[in-house]
Structures are given as C-alpha cells and as structure tokens.
C-alpha cells in the first residue's frame, strides 16, 4: 500500500476566496453568514446564510465558459486552480493518464435548475437556453476540472447528501494508496442558495432563522452555505521525490450506512464510521488531538455526535478537542467536508484549532471541549474529519502531521 | 366542516387512524406520529388554512406552538386563523 499525502489545497467559500484567507478567518473566530441576497429571498422564512460575496465570475470566465459553468462548477474550477498550482503538478503523459478527478456534490446545477423551472413554469417560456443539461448535471463540475487540467485518469461524481465531499475524498485516497492513481484532484462543491434551494431546506423545519450555534444549548439548527474545496493528493514517494510542499498525510478512512432513518442520524453509525478510520489508519485513539465535527447545530446531530465521540474515545474524549467550522461559513452541504478539511490541516501543519462560534451556554449533552468561540494553539499529530448525512451514509477521514 | 374536525382529520390521515380515534386529550406520542410525521402534519395544516406555523423541529418544545395535546394544537391554529383575521 503507498502513503498518501496532500500537496495542494484550493476554497472558495464564505470566509475567503482562497486557503489564506480562509484560515485566516477561522484564525479570527469571523462569522461569514449573513442576509442572503438572491432574487425573490422576501418569500423566504429563512433569509440567513453563508454566501459567497464579491465573486465576479464574470471577470474569471468567457461568455462561452459562463454558459456551461453552473456557479457550483464556478466554485471548482476556482478552488482546482489555487490546489493544483500550490501542488506544482502539470499533468502529461503518464501522469496525466492515471490521475483522474473525483468530486462530492449534493444537488449539482441547483440554481440552473431553478432558474430554468422559472423560465419555463412562471415566465410560460417555452424554450430553454441549449446547455441547461450539461450545465446543471452533478458530474459538470468534475468534468470541466478534468478538461482544464488535463486529467485523464478515473473521473466521478458522488453524491451522499452531506457527507459527498468526505466520500468522494474517500475514493480518491483508497486509489493512490492502491497504486491506481499517482496523484488525484478530490474535494466537492454545492452552490444551493437560490430560491427554490434555500425553500426546499425551509420545509423541512431545521434550519436557524438567526445563528448557526453548534453544540450550544440555545441552538435551534443549521444554515446553510456555498462555495469549494478542492485538493491535490498525491503518492508520498512521488511528492517526495519532486520536492513537493506536503500538507498533511491521509492516513485512513471508513465509511459506514445507520440503515436505519432517513433524516435522524444514529450514534452506532457514526461511532462505527469514526473507529473505522482510526483501525484503517492503524492509530490509537489517544492519538487523536483534534476533531473536525459534522457539528451542524441541528438538536439531534450534535448530540448525538457527542455521544459517539464518547462512545469512541472513552476517557480521551475529554481530552481531544473537538469543533464545528459550520458555525463561520454554514453548511455547505455536498461541499462541507472538503471545506472542514482545511480546519484540519491547520490543526496539523498550524498548530492552530479552528474554534466554534456562536456558543453561548453549555449542553450537558454535548459536554466535551468544543473550542468555544475563539480559536486555539495546540499540537496536534492526528486529526479526524466527521461527515454524516441525511440517509445514514456516514464517512470519517482521519490525517496525520507529516 | 370546522376548524376542530379538519385538524382532526389531517392528523387521523397521518396516524392512519380514523377520525373517531383522535381525541383531543391525544398526544402526537399517542397517535404514533414522530418528528417526521409531525413536520407533514405541520405543512398540510399550514396549506388548509393558509397560514404559517412558527415550528422549529429543532427546539419544538420552545418553539411559539404547542403541540403538547391535540386540543392544544387545534387553540393554536384558532388564534393564528383569528390574527389572520
């Protein structure tokens, strides 16, 4: 089996436009939700989120570009950029043929979707523009970082609600550690704040009307957000060989199904997925200094998520450090744990603990050292990456310092 | 029919009871309905009388609504159909 390590990492997302940015925030305890602006937002009960500001696609992209990108894939093609130029790789010829791209997304083109149903249903038009499908397809995205960057290798999209970035980062991994692929392009994206995205949210009766509060006994549910996180893994050897900056090393993963509710989550699963990563990682729990939680500020996940940390760690659940990044940039669905992931690596390669923000007063039920509100210094060898979503599909991946 | 026997009738329809069983003392525990199946019952009351429920599942003890009792759900949903005036 090859080590695996990461040599570039790339965001956009409501704290920053780029990784300095964004850690810089996190750094700072800065909050990046706020009023959403959209069209229509009036008619909307919930009118708060973590949007992306100041993104002038239009200076980035052509015309024709802006007519096949989606602003989820608008999102990945910048983040790719900033990673795959940190990495120093330029894919070409045998490099090229085995390194693919693999890439998490929840709802794909939502906001194509919407605006084309608007078109077509209130507007009465009765043509749409030629590329709405593959504009809006989930697999758009990765398709058009693989055009870019010329990778040739195996190339998908995966789509497990909230925890798609965390699985397809999962398959990324186990196919440089084969020896399948040299180096991959992995993270997600979600871009669903847009009328009918943020409506269809609002009916399900979850999401936080003023704060996302994570762990805090006030807390009354999540918020959502938007934007990327995209990474270059590579085979240790070979980022060794060129010199390659290294972020941090993959060092296991595990993914596990509740098979059990469709929207409550379960504590057995998420324990199952979290053990499952530290024995494919061959670490001992106690190794474990900090993690990054799924922490949506939801009543149900945060406790329950507490309860299996418990369950996991025993005694030394009391001792890692634990913190819910959604508190600044909300919940960016399909792309959330590849925007968690930079949290982690800060915590490995900074020293620095990203805090959770918003936190008020204690849970009892969540009675363990959640970094509240500021962020702090701490050294950290093992790190950990909870992603559980909706349907029970639960994926856990744990890194190491290098 | 009033307002009592449609929201009886909603609920009945989502417990798969029949109306007769529905009374007002009931609690949702008693009729089996859990969180999923109150957030349904909480939108077809809402597209019945048109109006907006203020209900967090998050917090649904806490929440401007009570939904302890059948009987309680049914005052609650009189007052917001009078503010609507």
């Not at chain 1, 980035?60 to 989606?70: K, P, T, W």
């Not at chain 1, 997304?105 to 906001?111: H, K, P, R």
């Not at chain 1, 190339?155 to 991959?184: I, K, L």
């Not at chain 1, 050294?379 to 994926?395: E, H, P, Q, R």
Request: glycine content about 10%; aromatic content about 6%; hydrophobic content about 45%.
């Amino acid at each position: 089996m090859k080590r695996v390590v990461i040599t570039g990492a790339g965001t956009i997302n409501a704290l920053g436009q780029n990784v300095p940015d964004t850690l810089e925030a996190m750094r700072e305890g800065r909050c990046g939700i706020g009023p959403l602006e959209f069209r229509d937002v009036e008619r909307l009960q919930i009118q708060i989120g973590g949007q992306v500001r100041g993104f002038e696609a239009e200076g980035l992209y052509n015309r024709q570009q802006m007519s096949l990108y989606d602003r989820f894939t608008q999102f990945t093609l910048a983040a790719a950029n900033e990673a795959i130029a940190q990495s120093g790789l330029v894919f070409s010829g045998e490099l090229a043929a085995t390194s693919g791209v693999v890439l998490g997304t929840a709802g794909g083109g939502v906001s194509t979707w919407d605006d084309n149903y608007r078109a077509v249903y209130e507007e009465g038009k009765n043509r749409v523009h030629p590329f709405v499908v593959p504009k809006l397809m989930n697999n758009a995205a990765a398709s058009h970082v693989s055009m870019d960057h010329n990778l040739k290798g195996p190339s998908f999209t995966v789509s497990t609600a909230c925890a798609s970035s965390n699985h397809a980062m999962a398959q990324a991994f186990m196919m440089v550690r084969s020896g399948m692929a040299r180096a991959m392009v992995s993270g997600g994206s979600e871009s669903m704040l847009c009328f009918g995205g943020v409506k269809a949210w609002e009916g399900l009766r979850v999401m936080s009307r003023d704060a996302c509060r994570p762990f805090s006994a006030n807390r009354n549910g999540m918020v959502q957000g938007e934007g990327a996180g995209i990474f270059v893994f590579e085979e240790y050897e070979h980022a060794k060989a060129r010199g390659a900056d290294i972020l941090c090393e993959i060092v296991g993963f595990a993914m596990s199904s509740d098979a059990s509710d469709i929207v409550m989550p379960s504590k057995n699963g998420a324990a199952r997925a979290m053990s499952g990563a530290l024995n494919d990682a061959r670490i001992d729990r106690d190794m474990v200094g900090y993690i990054n939680a799924h922490g949506t500020g939801t009543a149900a996940n945060d406790k329950t998520e507490c309860a299996a940390v418990a369950d996991v760690f025993g005694p030394h659940a009391d001792r890692l450090m634990i913190s819910s990044t959604k508190s600044m940039h909300g919940h960016l669905i399909g792309g959330t744990g590849a925007v968690e992931l930079l949290a982690c690596i800060m915590a490995l390669r900074d020293g620095v603990i990203a805090p959770t923000i918003g936190y008020e007063e204690p849970d009892p039920e969540c009675a363990l050292d959640v970094v509240p509100n500021e962020a702090r210094d701490a050294k950290v060898t093992v790190a950990l990456s909870n992603a559980f979503a909706f349907g029970g599909m639960n994926a856990v991946i744990a890194l190491r310092k290098i | 029919m009033n307002i009592k026997d449609q929201v009886i009738a909603i609920i009945a329809e989502q417990a798969v009871l029949e109306p007769a069983d529905v009374t007002l003392d009931s609690t949702l525990d008693d009729l089996g309905i859990d969180s999923l199946g109150l957030v349904e019952s909480i939108f077809s009351i809402e597209e019945a009388f048109d109006i907006t429920i203020p209900f967090n599942a998050n917090a649904p003890s806490e929440s401007d609504f009570d939904i302890s009792s059948v009987a309680a759900i049914i005052a609650g949903i009189e007052r917001l159909i009078s503010e609507k005036g």
